[in-house]
T-cell receptor, first 112, second 113 residues
Framework: SQQGEEDPQALSIQEGENATMNCSYKTSINNLQWYRQNSGRGLVHLILIRSNEREKHSGRLRVTLDTSKKSSSLLITASRAADTASYFCATARRTGANNLFFGTGTRLTVIP | NAGVTQTPKFQVLKTGQSMTLQCAQDMNHNSMYWYRQDPGMGLRLIYYSASEGTTDKGEVPNGYNVSRLNKREFSLRLESAAPSQTSVYFC????????????FGPGTRLTVT
């Protein structure tokens, strides 16, 4: 079973708008990571946020982490058609298994 | 710098046939992983290798075997393919397990008829 669940499952916006995706998880984590997957391709790492961090920025990406609510959000500002992809959160647990657990993803479509 | 490479890109097997998916990385990473991706299921870990010479089961290991041939290469073998193994398979690598970002290959689309 997946550790994370993304919400919404699918999101469609106009170019230039902001896109927000959410991720909820179940157990204590060491860090949470966001990945992008273009259709028919492998996943690409976007950003990593540690459990002691609350917010992180990378270019047009802003990630927040609320460990008390076991949730994270990914904000893409001023979206472009090239941002069309699926976005996955992945969690690294604090104890136990030493691998990442991926959510089911949010499919983002940016309409030109 | 190729990153993570996988072969083949596509494969069609009949039920009961066997095959090996190959994966190689050129980033000098210690850890390597095999995932499968099914519609609506996200990525599920099949096996991983924390370091050369070690392998461990992931979430869905049944029906698969792996070999960490050396630091660069990690192969996945289906001994007797079943239709339930129709999926897209991804290999990934990372500097170490757990907290590090992973780098993914382009995937192998496998259909078992």
């Amino acid at each position: 079973s997946q550790q994370g669940e993304e919400d919404p499952q699918a999101l469609s916006i106009q170019e230039g708008e902001n896109a927000t995706m959410n991720c909820s998880y179940k157990t204590s984590i060491n860090n949470l990571q966001w990945y992008r997957q273009n259709s028919g391709r492998g996943l690409v790492h976007l950003i990593l946020i540690r459990s002691n961090e609350r917010e992180k920025h990378s270019g047009r990406l802003r990630v927040t982490l609320d460990t008390s609510k076991k949730s994270s959000s990914l904000l893409i500002t001023a979206s472009r058609a090239a941002d069309t992809a699926s976005y996955f959160c992945a969690t690294a647990r604090r104890t136990g298994a030493n691998n990442l657990f991926f959510g089911t993803g949010t499919r983002l479509t940016v309409i030109p | 710098n190729a990153g993570v490479t996988q072969t083949p890109k596509f494969q069609v097997l009949k039920t009961g046939q066997s095959m090996t998916l190959q994966c190689a990385q050129d980033m000098n990473h210690n850890s390597m992983y095999w995932y499968r991706q099914d519609p609506g299921m996200g990525l599920r870990l099949i096996y991983y290798s924390a370091s050369e010479g070690t392998t461990d089961k992931g979430e869905v290991p049944n029906g698969y075997n792996v070999s960490r041939l050396n630091k660069r290469e990690f192969s996945l073998r289906l001994e007797s393919a079943a239709p339930s193994q129709t999926s897209v398979y991804f290999c990934a690598s990372s500097a170490r397990t757990g907290t590090y970002e992973q780098y993914f290959g382009p995937g192998t689309r496998l259909t078992v008829t």
